[in-house]
Structures are given as structure tokens and as C-alpha cells.
């Protein structure tokens, strides 16, 4: 069974950084981070492929996404932390390539990241 436990979410001021980590247990998948807010759709942040390409959604240019293949872990470097920015973040695997949410075989528990103004 896939497991991804995430790790990094807080609570911070407006400018802010924070990084999140998530690791996955088995077989290594495409890795990537979605974010949900209270009352949106779930939103596509960033994705690490397995072969080594990324892309970004949401927060890009100010978000970067990393993968420690050994690890099986992906990092998610937030910068600039917008109050916008506050959500669950949650990390997902997957064999697809798909910014859809709905494309995704597995899923961490979410960590919460709050930005103050």
C-alpha cells in the first residue's frame, strides 16, 4: 500500500517562507502538491515527474518544487507567502502527468498553512 505523509505546515506572517516535504513509501510515482481552500476546489500547485521534469500552477514564481529520488521524497519551497496562499496543501502521487486533482491515485493527509497579513 502507497502511503505519503507530509511534514512542514505552519502558521505565518505575510513574506514568509516555508517548506513542505512529503515521502513516499513503495513504488515511486509522479509527485506533486495541490492546495484547498475552505469552499474551493482542490488546485494544482506544483509536479515532479519521476523522469525529472516539473511544472507549476498556483504560486508559481514563487514556489519550488524539488525531489529527492532516493528518498522518494518531494519539498515544496514556499517563499513570499501570500494571506491567498492559505490552505491545506496536500501531496499526491500518481503514473499520470495531469494537473487535475482527479488524475491522482494517492493522497497525503493535507498540512495546514496559514498566512497572516
Known amino acids: 500500500q502507497i502511503q505519503l505523509v507530509e511534514s512542514g505546515g505552519g502558521t505565518v506572517q505575510a513574506g514568509a517562507s516555508l517548506r513542505l516535504s512529503c515521502t513516499a513509501s513503495g513504488v515511486t510515482f509522479n509527485m506533486g502538491w495541490f492546495r484547498q481552500a475552505p469552499g474551493q476546489d482542490r488546485k494544482f500547485v506544483a509536479l515532479y515527474t519521476k523522469s525529472g521534469s516539473y511544472s507549476y500552477g498556483v504560486g508559481s514564481g514563487r514556489f519550488t518544487i524539488s525531489r529527492d529520488i532516493p528518498k522518494n521524497t518531494v519539498y515544496l519551497q514556499m517563499n513570499n507567502l501570500l494571506p491567498g496562499d492559505t490552505a491545506v496543501y496536500v501531496c499526491?502521487?500518481?503514473?499520470?502527468?495531469?494537473?487535475?486533482?482527479?488524475?491522482?491515485?494517492?493522497w497525503g493527509q493535507g498540512v495546514q498553512v496559514t498566512v497572516s497579513s
Open positions: 499526491a502521487a500518481g503514473s499520470v502527468t495531469s494537473y487535475s486533482p482527479y488524475d491522482y491515485n494517492y
